[in-house]
């Protein structure tokens, strides 16, 4: 809030020549609070995705290892604990896991309930993929393992895609800045020449469509570095 907030006031004093156009601009403020959040809640979904890996090949290993199904994802709690700080989500989930395999729920109605609360497209893919082994007898250690590879494989995509597009993501930040400094230094080094900009209706009209052009742009440049895989 505090950064969106910042650059609409930034935004307004060097459109408008004025703070009180922040009002003006609460609809701009709005769309990127919701463009940060999305920002946001993308990164922990890629972290919790990596994670959610680490605990499948633990419940691989623990398989592999001859404990039950069961036994499978309490080892794996216990094994995640060393690798990940408490308040790591993955190890909140498998805490709740092991707290219900001790009252004696279902294995299949918990892994349910996880793939509902994490809402990501490898969960539940997984818990459904995982519960009808179970019931049929599957193999569940195949299972489990090619899993993991799927999830491998879409992460090293991802990151290589990521590394392609560090250098353009990088570019598209300067080039978004680029606009702010250009009207600072006209302001700075020609005020006379900026002042015409400014307190009328003609000029704040010519700013407005200035401004209306730039979001365009940005937003355009949001989509063109953002890959989904």
Not at 23 to 39: D, G, K, N, Q, S
Not at 177 to 193: A, N, V
């Amino acid at each position: 809030m505090l950064k969106a907030g910042g650059i609409t006031a930034v935004t307004a004093w060097l459109y408008y020549r004025s703070f009180a156009a922040v009002f003006l601009l609460l609809p701009v403020l709005a769309w990127h609070l919701r463009m940060m959040e999305e920002e946001s809640a993308k990164k922990k979904e890629d972290e919790f995705q990596g994670q959610f890996k680490e605990a499948i090949q633990a419940v691989s290993a623990a398989l592999n290892a001859g404990y039950s199904v069961e036994n499978s994802f309490r080892e794996a709690q216990k094994e995640l604990q060393r690798l990940y700080l408490g308040d790591a989500r993955i190890s909140k989930e498998l805490q709740m896991i092991v707290r219900q395999l001790r009252i004696q729920v279902p294995i299949e109605q918990i892994l349910e309930e996880f793939s509902l609360r994490v809402q990501t497209e490898d969960a539940r893919n997984f818990v459904t993929v995982f519960a009808s082994a179970k019931k049929s007898g599957g193999n569940m250690i195949a299972i489990i393992q090619d899993t993991v590879r799927q999830i491998g494989d879409k992460i090293d995509v991802k990151r290589e895609i990521d590394t392609i597009l560090a250098a353009k993501r990088y570019e598209f930040r300067v080039m978004s800045m680029i606009p702010y400094g250009i009207i600072g230094y006209m302001s700075l080094s020609f005020p006379e020449f900026m002042d015409s900009l400014y307190g009328n209706i003609l000029g704040m009209g010519v700013m407005t469509v200035c401004l209306g052009i730039y979001l365009g742009a940005y937003y355009l440049g949001v989509r063109l570095i953002k890959i989904e895989v």
